[in-house]
């Protein structure tokens, strides 16, 4: 019998349409636009803007539009995966709540939390349960809304983030296409590095805390910049050494958007050129959990059928991690 593989089978994705600049930003903090394109390769990113919005207003037109090119129903997904830093409320999941919102009734689901390596592990996730015969359609979406939890006094993260959605379809594969292989990997250690020090039951909410800021992304920047640029080039380089992969091999880079010179480190690292490097930080910054797939999105008319891909990501905690996929259609 043919080994099952979890092969995506539809991407889709959304970004609101506010668009934040670098010269608005220059108006609310001490910086300017060649600063921050020369440090992070970002120019703009998009926020959600309005009352009662939240991450899963997002993921639904993201997954709408992924429902409606497959040309399946809500009905016949079996497992929602939605890896987010800013769910809609700390329970129920936001699974859960995007699963009523689109109309999975059939669909189990829960939030899996890893920040920014949060979809590279929703797709390993949501490929065992396709991989073992138990389900036959797995969404994976990762989005956040990281305007909520930024500070906009604080110019270290308020230049990097943007908000944003993607959603792929896991559908079994016994043709050799899909999921290949995976390694991901943490360090709790890094957590001091980049964290969010309120909210959680260590320091739930109070006016202090509101008060200090306490409750926004709290980041490091020199640390988590040279553990990223070394691990997720390293992770990136060992998944193909791991499937004796070629630079010549590899189609595309699907990198995390955190910062254009980690971006590039990865592709050296490779040996891949930057034509076959997916990016879009300088349009979207980093939407967290959004940045791989709103790449495949974006480029998915550009993607054959076997083509290899590489995806590779970092993100507090610390995690990190690379998926080596081939392409299903």
């Known amino acids: 019998m043919s080994k099952i593989h979890a092969a995506i089978t539809a991407v889709n994705g959304y970004v609101p349409d ?3 600049t670098n010269q608005e930003l220059e108006t609310m903090v001490d910086t300017n636009d060649e600063w921050i394109t020369s440090r992070t390769g970002i120019k703009e990113r998009r926020i959600l803007k309005g009352e009662d919005l939240a991450t899963s207003d997002m993921a639904v037109p993201a997954v709408e539009g992924l429902l409606k090119k497959r040309g399946i129903t809500a009905d016949e997904i079996d497992l929602i995966i ?10 129920p999941a936001t699974a859960n709540i995007l699963g009523d919102k689109i109309g999975a009734k059939n669909a189990w689901g829960f939030d899996l939390q890893a920040a920014c390596s949060g979809f590279i592990y929703g797709l390993t996730t949501g ?3 396709i991989e073992s015969g138990k389900h036959k359609k797995v969404l994976v979406v990762g989005g956040d809304k990281m305007s909520s939890i930024i500070n906009y006094q604080d110019r270290v993260t308020c230049i990097i983030f943007g908000d944003g959605c993607g959603a792929a379809l896991l559908e079994p594969n016994t043709e050799g296409y899909g999921i290949i292989d995976s390694i991901l990997k943490s360090d709790g250690s890094g957590r001091e590095m980049l964290h969010q020090k309120a909210g959680g039951s260590l320091k739930p909410a109070t006016h202090a805390t509101v008060d200090a800021n306490e409750h926004a992304v709290h980041q490091e920047g020199q640390a988590v910049f040279k553990f990223a640029v070394t691990n997720m080039a390293d992770v990136a380089a060992e998944i193909m050494e791991k499937n004796n992969l070629t630079p010549e091999d590899i189609a595309w880079l699907v990198p995390h958007q955190a910062n254009k010179r980690i971006i590039d480190a990865t592709a ?3 040996g ?3 034509e076959k490097v997916m990016i879009n930080i300088e349009k979207y910054g980093n939407t967290t959990n959004g940045t791989i797939p709103l790449c495949l999105w974006e480029w998915e008319s550009k993607l054959k059928k076997g083509d290899n891909l590489v995806l590779a990501a970092f993100g507090g905690g610390f995690t990190w991690g690379s998926v080596y996929i081939k392409w299903a259609y």
């Open 18 to 20: 506010y668009i934040l």
């Open 82 to 91: 939605f890896c987010t830093s800013t769910p809609d409320m700390p329970f």
């Open 127 to 129: 490929a065992q349960f």
């Open 268 to 270: 050296n690292r490779m």
């Open 272 to 274: 891949v050129g930057t």
